[in-house]
């Protein structure tokens, strides 16, 4: 690995391309999602932020370091959390999540949902990815974007704040980290989880990503977010 490389954590697929993921406990999730109305077009009436804090449903089995979700909120164990902090790596808050087997009356390990806060600022253009202006609708502020066609040109170091974890705009959902961060996972043998080189990242088709409020501290995402116009 060198000094400038970039990676992002993901779940693990099965060789049969299946994949262990937590769920939402729709129960006590319900009304979990603030609601976006758009006074233009009411077809982009859409889940906004989420209001509450996890409640999931966890596959039988181990419970792994790593757990994700079918929306890819990343959830971690008490005891990776405390290994993380202990290693110094930065860029990150957590949230605690209520959780419950799918199939089983034993309780769940305590457990954390990762919430990124260190910044890498948007997307480099020659990555592919830029605004569509024309399909975005500036009256509810529903961004749409253009696909990943070339992941070398992802991450403008420049803008890297230097954190561990960070975000890139608009894909706040990939959880990219630094090599501090793989060092840390493999040193430790953490499980369920899988690192891929930033630069090998599949592209994609188009993001619409909604607001950088939805995915951090609303103080961090005002901070970064109005001056881009993405708050």
Known sequence: MSGDSFFHLDHIRTSAGSRKLAEWDHDKMESALEVIKCQKDPGHQRGGKRLTNLSVVLPNGEVQDFIWT????CIMQARTLEILRSNGLTGFEVKPVVARFRKSIRRPPPLWELVVTGWAGRAKPESGIHLNDQASCHTCAHLKYTGLSNPRELID????????????????????????????????????????????????????????????????ARELGEPLGIY
């Not at 079918?70 to 909120?73: A, D």
């Open 157 to 220: 170091k420049k803008v890297w704040d230097g954190s561990d974890f960070f975000m890139v705009w608009p894909i706040p959902r990939y959880v990219f980290v630094s090599e501090r961060v793989v060092k840390t996972v493999q040193d430790h043998h953490l499980t369920g989880v899988q690192i891929v080189s930033a630069s090998d990242l599949k592209m994609t088709d188009g993001f619409t990503p909604g607001r950088l409020r939805y995915y951090m501290p609303d103080a961090r």
């Open 70 to 73: 079918w929306q890819s909120e």
